[in-house]
């Protein structure tokens, strides 16, 4: 039972354009939404995060735009880099049990330069 | 400041083996958790702990034991190695402040023959 859908799983941008991916959830308990970025060999690293009570966060090229009464959460890179190829993954966490944090499957994300 | 430590890096086991996935953190955190990772498959939560002599059991723990007799260390035991269970493993850590982002080691890719 998967409680967090991420698409697409893949996904090629061209160096500079947006790169956009999606996050949908069914359990409204959630309360806190991260996005983790992975390079090839290395661990995740959180990259940015938001709570329901905005409905965008944006951090450099990074936003993510969040619309409760949907249940989907996006993440929005901008001026696309080939720096910026790697995995991200969507996530969330139920309010006041952060310690079952649910991951997406992932979306591997490649940059032409 | 080391941060998640993972070891070995890489392990090659015949069916049946036992062995023990090693994970350290200098950053004093409470919880810490294990996670592998499947193509397709996103971040599945094994087992985590949220302090020392505290385990519970996350998303697939079958096959899988861990003990937390200190802050620092979170091993992860596999009695008897499966081919099912070749697949890349994260340990995690992070504090107890709500929201406080998890720290992942550089993770240990086990293959079962």
């Not at chain 1, 409905?55 to 990074?62: A, I, Q, V």
């Not at chain 1, 001026?79 to 996530?91: E, L, V």
């Amino acid at each position: 039972q998967q409680q967090v859908k991420q698409s697409p799983q893949s996904l090629i941008v061209q160096k500079g354009g947006i790169s956009i991916i999606n996050c949908a959830y069914e359990n409204t308990a959630f309360d806190y939404f991260p996005w983790y970025q992975q390079f090839p060999g290395k661990g995740p690293a959180l990259l940015i995060a938001i709570r329901p009570d905005v409905s965008e966060k944006k951090e450099g090229r990074f936003t993510i735009s969040f619309n409760k009464s949907a249940k989907q959460f996006s993440l929005h890179i901008m001026d696309s880099q080939p720096g910026d190829s790697a995995t991200y993954f969507c996530a969330a966490s139920p309010l006041n049990r952060d310690d079952k944090i649910i991951f997406g499957k992932g979306t591997r994300l490649h940059i032409l330069p | 400041n080391a941060g998640v430590t993972q070891t070995p890096k890489f392990q090659v086991l015949k069916t049946g083996q036992s062995m023990t996935l090693q994970c350290a953190q200098d950053m004093n955190h409470e919880y810490m958790s294990w996670y592998r990772q499947d193509p397709g498959m996103g971040l599945r939560l094994i087992h985590y702990s949220v302090g020392a002599g505290i385990t519970d059991q996350g998303e697939v723990p079958n096959g899988y034991n861990v003990s937390r007799s200190t802050t620092e260390d979170f091993p992860l035991r596999l009695l008897s190695a499966a081919p099912s269970q070749t697949s890349v493993y994260f340990c995690a850590s992070r504090n107890r402040v709500k929201y406080s982002p998890l720290h992942f080691g550089n993770g240990t890719r086990l293959t079962v023959t």
